[in-house]
Nanobody, 119 residues
Framework: QVRLVESGGGLVQAGGSLRLSCAASGIIFSANTMGWYRQAPGKQRELVATITSGGGTNYADFVKGRFTISRDNAKNTVYLQMNSAKPEDTAVYYC?????????????WGQGTQVTVSS
């Protein structure tokens, strides 16, 4: 059974920092591209950042220079370090595990963790 469990969400003041974690089980973690997405009320889910199995990273323009995604394959965990938080970062943050191989493609999601940035 695949499980992605996010933690670390909460309330932070504008300009503050927060670190999200996502612990994965039931997948070959090191073979997956891991990502963070977010969804604000009334908006579509959007990409925040991804990190490939090789450590390559990709960021949405609105978080470049503020957020950092990293992974620890020994702990099957992906992180999102959020610095210089803005009120518009308020959203539910979801962890994603994606893998494409010769046998097919898989996509798994966590349950989400709420991040609220107060002004």
């Amino acid at each position: 059974q695949v499980r992605l469990v996010e933690s670390g969400g909460g309330l932070v003041q504008a300009g503050g920092s927060l670190r999200l974690s996502c612990a994965a089980s039931g997948i070959i973690f090191s073979a997956n591209t891991m990502g963070w997405y977010r969804q604000a009320p009334g908006k579509q889910r959007e990409l925040v950042a991804t990190i490939t199995s090789g450590g390559g990273t990709n960021y949405a323009d609105f978080v470049k220079g503020r957020f950092t995604i990293s992974r620890d394959n020994a702990k099957n965990t992906v992180y999102l370090q959020m610095n210089s938080a803005k009120p518009e970062d308020t959203a539910v943050y979801y962890c994603n595990a994606h893998r494409r191989s010769w046998i097919g493609e898989s996509d798994y999601w966590g349950q989400g963790t709420q991040v609220t940035v107060s002004s």
